[in-house]
């Protein structure tokens, strides 16, 4: 001991302060012991209530209560009830324990085999768990969605609006020796049909103004017969109208073979459309000038009735002339 703490101790003992000193010096000893412990234990909770009675019979007021040490820990009895399980366990077997065995809860993960997927379990709680957890119902974890596809509606047909001006209309026909009749498309007005080399046997006038009504005149002797009707009557037939998908055959004398037969069938009559005004007049206009010769020939021969018809070029269509009544 120095001279200075002999000093000083001499000093507390004079002045009777060694007391202070010693529980100054214990205090400074056991601060650091105290903290270490983390302070004292616990308070225990305060004792429960006695559980209520049923039955007629109340418990007499002479029954000692029993104050239950929270402290002492007993074995659970019955199922074991995780509260994180999604849901209540199976009922055990009577042949398995409800309580898990001292070994489980005491195994370590050290002591599972490396070829497991899962680890051991390592207390008694995540055992029970994990049994509750395989009889629980397995739910998918990709929801099932059904797609409702909205009703279609029915399709409509929609009429496209014609677009340009109108042109006149256009005739697609077939014509020849019945069953070998060749293809003529888009046939020019007052075009003359009939064999090569003789005298045509019908003239394509044109369309009528209900747009389906083709009509030709007839310029060679011949008896028709078919789909198509005749003017004025049929016993003389002058002009004669088809529409589409009809068909008349012409029966022509002849000196070396007798009688041979023509077929006529048409196959289109549609509106013709142009972009251009002027391209649309000539399309209405135009016409073939042996056929028009050929149809003043028949004129002149005495066979008028074509003259009730007369072609108005504004419009591409025939229409019916007009007489002046006089009083």
Known sequence: MTAAVKNVWADLVEKRLWPVAVALVLALVA???LLSRGGSAPAPPPPLPPAPTTGSAAQPASTPIKIVDPTVHKAPRGHYHDPFAGAAPAPASSGSSA???PSSSSSSPSSSSPSSSSPAPSSSGSASSSSSSAAAPTVSATPTTSRVSPTSSPSRTVASTPTGFK???????GFGEAGSVKDAKDVVRLKTLGPAGQAPLVIYLGVRSDGKTAMFLLDAPSTPTGDGKCWPTPKACQLLELRKGDSEFFDVATGSTGVVQYELDVNRVAERRDPSHTAAVKLR????????KAMFAVVSSGRTYVAKLVYVATRGVLVARH???TS
């Open 285 to 292: 206009k135009r016409e073939s000038k042996a056929g028009r």
């Open 99 to 101: 309580a898990p065995s």
């Open 167 to 173: 042109a006149g209309y256009r005739l697609d026909v």
């Open 31 to 33: 601060a650091p012991v």
């Open 323 to 325: 007489t002046k009544t």
